[in-house]
Nanobody
Framework: VQLQASGGGLVQAGGSLRLSCAAS????????MGWFRQAPGKEREFVAAISWSGADTHYVDWAKGRFTISRDNAKNTVYLQMNSLKPEDTAVYYCAAERLGVIRYDYAYWGQGTQVTVSS
């Protein structure tokens, strides 16, 4: 499975971005998907996850209400809509795929990351 993240960029605080992650080489609709991020000098951290159907979603507490994960299985793509962005959201954002369709936090495949920079 190959994952290609895109949609990052430079945005002012309070702005929005939508990240996309396109999958190929596997059966996208059978995988749960997740988004992670890594800021400079920090550990990679979990942001959000979505089950194969989209019926189940999980978020880290600080993302609730600001970020929304979704997927379009017809387009083999998972999205992360990020609103009310803050400078502390600056990081490289990665998408990842699990081997199964339910959320188990057992990610087998990783994309290359897309940079998000939020200016104050």
């Amino acid at each position: 499975v190959q994952l290609q993240a895109s949609g990052g960029g430079l945005v002012q605080a309070g702005g929005s971005l939508r990240l996309s992650c396109a999958a190929s080489g596997g059966t996208f609709s059978s995988y749960a998907m997740g988004w992670f991020r890594q800021a400079p000098g920090k550990e990679r951290e979990f942001v959000a996850a979505i089950s194969w159907s989209g019926a189940d979603t999980h978020y880290v507490d600080w993302a609730k209400g600001r970020f929304t994960i979704s997927r379009d299985n017809a387009k083999n793509t998972v999205y992360l809509q990020m609103n009310s962005l803050k400078p502390e959201d600056t990081a490289v954002y990665y998408c990842a795929a699990e081997r199964l369709g339910v959320i188990r936090y057992d990610y087998a495949y990783w994309g290359q990351g897309t940079q998000v920079t939020v200016s104050s």
